[in-house]
């Protein structure tokens, strides 16, 4: 207690430091004056009193000081005392202050906005009250497979079995057309769709969400629900759509043709379990009201949901999934005995979150966050790198004045100490800098994107608002790169300055090797990340120029969506679609027509493929169902056999492999009249229709089918080749939907692209369809996006490097060759041409650019070795890059040292000899 008073009353003094300085020196003076008093007693001058009074205080001044440090601060006083100084330093030299701000703000705004990035979009909780409490919940199956959706049936079997939550909700994305809403229609549309969350009946009560206008669900009865039909509406979307009416409350629109009422309205930018912001929020007992086929919400192997949790109080992730992971051992037994969902099961619960697995699921997500974080880290390391490179040159500037604190007294910590205060100073002006450049910036790109996306989508929603993390996150940031920075020059410096006084012209050999590390280091750096990014954009580029195999110039892909009305018929669906394929078939310059999936969209269809008789061992392969007609629509030459007999394949039980396929499985032999049997793959989650309600059809045990053709590879969306090895089954008849058409023209497939609205609304207004060239698949799949991005990652952090040490390299040797003016001058004074100087200056500011450029290439090698998945048709050593960029990077190098080393040649001897 009494080492707390202490403190307590040596921060308020520090606080008060004038005040009680005034208070002090007042009652020294009446301490002196009676001192001097009682010496005149004892009969002496008051020159002699006055004398002997100070002897005997010893000293005025230090008397002052002892006191001050007794009853302050020092460490405080010292630190006001440096920053102040630093600041003043600072202002004197505005040059070298900006240049480094902007350095240093180059390398903390990146972080800075990964970071903010990383927080908004991937690590963001649920738009939840206290949402710590909030959790997922997945299922783990054998062999690896994680499944994140569940029955309906199963919801509530869990919800009403579990005790570790407060409260447990369902919610599935959807979108449903528009009708009749009033308000401003979006131009260019003919039907409206709108992003809607059905969502059990509690959600908003779980969430702890209130409505801002109206009511929420949790206040209806289900009956009630049900007999008067009732939805919410986003803010977002009503004040785009209705200009923020209040009478939208009450008012009724229809969602898929059924007629709902409006009875709330939700907090603007709630996005609730998602990361958009929806239109509308449905009931779930309101489903079977807009979609025909309500059998889902009963059927148990229909997996639809996502499952969220509220824990209760005192119950902790692990007790919870310990509970869930009893209950789905109990669940699973409810399902049929041929269901992958009879499957034994281990619990996933994990911290709430848009995403439906965690992060650790992902296997491209993982390695493309610490690619982006790594990259975030070098641009700063390298920023790092240039100011200090700049600091080091800079100080044989300040030896005289360091050399004269050192003569009064300063010690070599206390030198080090102010000039890493300089340092951190920088460091926090940069990350002030930074951060706002970074709010602006991001919230710019939030916007951009938000607009970009297309109606039906919701409002897409990042919060990138600086708060108490990001405020931190920047600060520490900042601190440690102005520590980083500064360490090496400082303790060099104070090295110098405390050492023999020199008038020496040139920088200390130590000090010039750890200018040509920094500088060595920025360039190695920088030349990783320019060469990985020259890599990806190539490999990016010979996947859009490499043949498919197939003829994707003239192919139109049309995704067809279907009312789902009651009166829209299983019967009345398929004669749609046939009539659609009719009348496609009318359309000038269609040559051929078919029902199936793209291939670049076949990459989740895998089958555990093994031969007849030998179950033991079986390949992953990709599969799809195609129409007799598929290989010659899309133009896929036979290698040898045929194609399917009959239109559906009814006939037979037949398959036709791949190339790639026909080799792994047969080696060196002829598969033709070979057979073959499909399982159910665990390898990975599957879009298919055929895996996702009948798993039964892909069974290890099921029907043998017999090879009767091997047709050429067609590229699939893969970058390693797997796509390549297909296995292709018949579709069975009245299965065209759910599947796109595509159409083969002619010629330019554009007009057939224009005329397809038109004639989807001259066939049923209710019809909606988007139809594309096939060519832009490829662009938009996964694999090609993760490599564009990390081709755009990489090489903007590579070009900010590059931007950085070229700044270095040509503040270092404008440095150098300031504080070598003399010993030039000495130099041409003794016959050293203009053009002897130019290459000495050139030749040793090189040096460290070539040390660079070897440890960049072979740190290359292992970049481009760990990304050769991303790379599609370009070797991991590739000379053109590897050699092209090296160049480049050593031509601006040059460049950047040239000016310097140019005003060096013209220096005039005679003042040169001059100069102090």
């Known amino acids: 207690m009494i080492r707390v008073r202490e ?64 009853r302050g601060l020092p460490w405080l006083d010292d630190a006001v005392t440096d920053v102040r100084y630093a600041v003043r330093l600072l202002r004197r030299n505005p040059g070298f202050t900006a240049v480094a701000v902007l350095a240093l703000g180059l390398g903390i705004g990146v972080n800075t906005a990964v970071f903010t990035a990383y927080k908004a979009m991937v690590a963001r909780p649920l738009d939840a009250r206290n949402p710590d409490e909030m959790v997922n919940l997945a299922l783990s199956r054998p062999l690896g497979a994680r499944q994140f959706t569940f029955s309906y049936p199963d919801y509530e079997a869990y919800r009403d079995s579990s005790h570790s939550f407060s409260g447990l909700i369902a919610v599935m994305a959807d979108r449903l057309v528009v009708s009749d809403p009033g308000g401003r229609v979006p131009h260019g549309t003919r039907v409206e769709t709108a992003f809607t969350f059905i969502v059990s009946e509690n959600y908003f009560k779980v969430l702890g969400v209130n409505a801002i206008r109206g009511r929420t669900f949790d206040s209806i009865a289900i009956p009630e629900l049900v007999a008067s039909p009732s939805v919410l509406i986003g803010e977002n979307y009503w004040q785009r759509r209705f200009s923020g009416d209040p009478s939208v409350l009450g008012k009724t629109v229809r969602l898929n043709g059924a007629a709902v009422t409006v009875i709330g309205i939700t907090p603007r930018n709630f996005v609730g ?207 440690v790169a102005g520590i980083l920075f500064g360490l090496a020059p400082a303790v060099e410096s104070s090295r110098t300055a405390l050492g023999a006084a020199t008038r020496a012209g040139t920088a200390s050999a130590r000090s010039r090797r750890i200018q040509d590390v920094l500088i060595a280091a920025q360039v190695g750096l920088s030349l990783v990340f320019l060469i990985v990014g020259s890599l990806l954009i190539r490999g990016a580029v010979n996947a859009i120029k490499t043949d498919p195999g197939y003829d994707n110039k003239h192919l139109v892909m049309l995704e067809v969506r279907l009312p789902e009305a009651s009166r829209y018929t299983a019967d009345r669906k398929d004669a749609l679609v046939r009539e659609l394929r009719t009348r496609l078939t009318t359309l000038p310059g269609v040559v051929a027509i078919t029902n199936a999936l793209a291939p670049a969209t076949a990459r989740y269809r895998t089958a555990a493929v093994s031969l007849d008789g030998d179950a033991s061992t079986s390949s992953i392969l990709h599969f799809s169902y195609v129409e007799a007609n598929y290989f010659q629509t899309l133009g896929i030459p036979f290698v040898f056999g045929r194609a399917f007999a009959s239109e559906g394949g009814q006939a037979e039980q037949a398959v036709i492999l791949s190339e790639s396929a026909a080799r792994e499985l047969w080696p060196g032999q002829n598969p033709i009249g070979r057979r073959v049997r499909l399982g159910v793959t665990d390898q990975r989650l599957t879009s298919v229709d055929e895996l996702l309600q009948k798993p039964a059809e892909l069974l290890a045990n099921g029907p043998a089918y017999q090879v009767i053709g091997v047709v050429r590879d067609i590229r699939g969306v893969e970058f390693d080749g797997s796509g390549t090895k297909q296995v292709y089954l018949p579709m069975r008849t009245g299965r065209f939907e759910g599947y796109p058409i595509l159409v083969r023209t002619q010629s330019d497939p554009a007009p057939v692209i224009k005329a397809t609205d038109p004639l989807l609304a001259s066939i049923d207004p209710d019809v909606l369809g988007n139809a594309s060239w096939l060519g832009e698949t490829f662009r938009q799949s996964g694999p090609f996006l993760v490599s564009t991005l990390s081709a755009a990652v990489a090489s903007t952090v590579g070009l900010f490097g590059l931007l950085l040490a070229s700044m270095g390299i040509y503040g270092t040797v404008s440095y150098v060759v300031l504080h070598r003016t003399r010993e030039i001058g000495i130099r041409m004074a003794l016959g050293a041409k203009a053009r002897d100087v130019l290459g000495l200056v050139l030749g040793e500011s090189t040096r460290p650019v070539v040390a660079g450029l070897l440890v960049g290439l072979l740190l290359a090698v292992g970049a481009s070795y760990l990304l050769r998945g991303l790379l599609y048709g370009v070797r991991t050593v590739d000379g053109v890059s590897f050699v092209g960029v090296s160049l480049l990077l050593l031509g601006v190098a040059l460049l950047a040292a040239y000016a310097p080393a140019r005003r060096a040649a013209s220096v005039d001897p005679n003042v040169a000899l001059r100069h102090e």
């Open 273 to 479: 379990t998602g990361m958009a912001a929806p239109d509308f929020w449905l009931p779930v007992s309101l489903a079977p009201l807009v979609h025909a086929d309500d059998t889902w919400l009963r059927d148990r192997e229909h997996q639809r949901v996502r499952l969220f949790g509220r824990r209760a109080p005192g119950v902790s992730a692990e007790q919870a999934q310990a509970e869930m992971t009893i209950l789905a051992d109990r669940v699973r037994t409810l399902h049929d005995p041929r269901s992958q969902s009879a499957t034994p099961a281990t619990a996933i619960v994990w911290r709430g979150s848009p995403t439906p697995l965690p992060l650790t699921a992902y296997r491209g997500i993982m390695p493309a966050i610490v690619f982006v974080m790594s990259s975030a880290v070098m641009v700063l390391i390298v920023a790092c790198a240039n100011v200090a490179s700049l600091q080091l040159a800079r100080a044989r500037s300040r030896l005289n004045e360091l050399q004269t604190r050192a003569s009064l007294g300063a010690t070599r910590l206390r030198v080090i100490r102010q000039l890493l205060t300089e340092s951190a100073l920088l460091g926090l002006l940069a990350g002030v800098a930074a951060l706002s450049f970074t709010w602006a910036l991001l919230r710019v790109a939030v916007t951009l994107v938000a607009d970009a996306l297309p109606p039906g989508n919701g409002t897409f929603v990042a919060d990138v608002t600086p708060d108490l993390a990001i405020f931190a996150y920047v600060f520490a940031v900042s601190l």
């Open 7 to 70: 403190w307590v009353l040596r921060l308020w003094g520090a606080l008060r430091r004038e005040s009680r300085d005034q208070e002090l020196q007042e009652e020294l003076r009446l301490h002196m004056d009676l001192a001097v008093e009682h010496a005149r007693w004892d009969g002496r001058s008051l020159d002699s009193a006055t004398r002997t009074a100070a002897i005997q205080a010893g000293g005025f001044v230090q008397a002052v000081e002892a006191i001050r440090d007794q």
